[in-house]
């Protein structure tokens, strides 16, 4: 069974507020966390100094997307995720797609 987690909602980085009731919105955070596990670097979260993926200094390299996907992998199991394989492709304009194919223990 999984358990879902929430948070606060986050847009472009920010704290969301509702228009409508002025208030912050709670809403599921697998998405972000993984998000933040994928751009944060190892060394950030100071209760599990060893997390984050690092992918803005890999796309700065010359790293197949093998080694990307098993990075994530192997990031996110860590973190209580089970994981499949992701999925890592970069598209003609340079940017970065990923599906990591995890879902919360």
């Known amino acids: 069974m ?4 929430y948070d606060l909602k986050q847009v472009s980085n ?3 507020l509702n228009p409508i009731t002025g208030d912050f919105e709670l809403v599921p955070s697998d998405n972000q966390h993984i998000l ?4 944060s670097f190892p060394g950030w979260w100071k209760n599990a100094l060893t997390v984050g993926a690092g992918l803005p ?3 700065k ?15 996110l199991e860590a973190d209580g ?3 499949g394989r992701p999925v890592v492709t970069i598209e003609s304009n340079g940017k ?3 599906t ?5 223990k």
Do not use: F, H, M, W
């Open 100 to 104: 990591p194919n995890a879902i919360r």
């Open 61 to 75: 390299s010359k790293v197949s997307t093998g080694s990307v996907e098993n990075l994530i992998k192997a990031q």
């Open 36 to 39: 933040d596990i994928c751009q």
């Open 57 to 59: 200094n890999l796309l």
């Open 96 to 98: 970065l797609s990923i």
């Open 81 to 83: 995720y089970q994981v």
């Open 2 to 5: 999984s358990n879902i987690v």
């Open 14 to 16: 920010d704290l969301y």
